[in-house]
């Protein structure tokens, strides 16, 4: 049972940007904005998180995550605040490479294609320790106020890293933790541990 004091934690991606559309390798691409259905889907997104109770809104730096982090800020009567710790990996050479370059064997490769390949990648940009490491400080950053509700924006990637960290668990290809555009996980920080409540949502889980 849940203590009545523990805040939610939602852990929100980014919804779509041109790049996701096209399958590209998006990186850190600071600069990359929300295209017309990612707008769309922000803009329903604030009627989703309307009646959830939300004390901090924390983004990725990245454009296309304030954009969303902004929306329902606004509506909500907050200031986001940035961390750079949220950013999307950096992926070094491979940023803007269409998924079927960087897997030429593969007759159409998908997302979870994708991020099997890239959690084995150890060239340029992070490397897998320093992935982790910031994965982890995410974590403990988040337990610093433990009652307060949170919606925390980030992206696609880096969002299984962090969710293995949320959950004690090695960082390895699962997929129900890929989050789609515009979805959540949902969890509930009780005796300083983070408890499950929902993947992949699209609608808060009420208490």
């Known amino acids: 049972m849940y203590k009545q004091d523990g805040g939610n934690v939602y ?4 919804c779509t940007t041109p790049w996701n559309e096209e399958k590209r390798i998006q990186g850190v691409a600071l600069g990359m904005p929300l295209n017309p259905a990612g707008l769309k889907e922000a803009g329903g997104l604030v009627a989703v998180f309307q009646d959830a109770d939300i004390d901090e809104i924390l983004s990725t730096d990245a454009r296309r995550g304030t954009q969303v982090a902004n ?3 606004e509506a909500k009567g907050l200031k986001i605040k940035t961390w750079e710790d949220l950013r999307e990996i950096d992926w070094g050479e491979l940023e803007g490479k269409l ?5 030429p064997n593969h007759p159409n490769p998908q997302v979870g294609d994708i991020i099997q390949f890239l959690l084995n990648y150890d060239g340029s940009g992070e490397t897998p320790q320093q992935r982790e490491q910031r994965a982890r400080r995410v974590k403990d950053k988040l337990l610093i106020n433990p009652h307060q509700d949170k919606l925390v924006v980030f992206h696609g990637t880096f969002g299984l890293y962090v969710t293995c960290a949320v959950d004690n668990e090695p960082v390895t290809f699962r997929p129900e933790y890929i989050l789609k555009n515009g979805h959540f996980h949902q969890y509930r920080i009780v005796d300083g541990k983070f408890i499950l409540k ?7 889980i009420k208490d």
């Not at 852990?11 to 980014?14: A, E, K």
């Not at 998924?99 to 897997?103: S, T």
């Not at 929902?198 to 808060?204: D, E, H, S």
């Open 71 to 73: 929306l329902i800020a």
């Open 11 to 14: 852990f929100l991606r980014h």
């Open 99 to 103: 998924y079927r370059e960087v897997l």
């Open 198 to 204: 929902g993947l992949n949502l699209k609608t808060p």
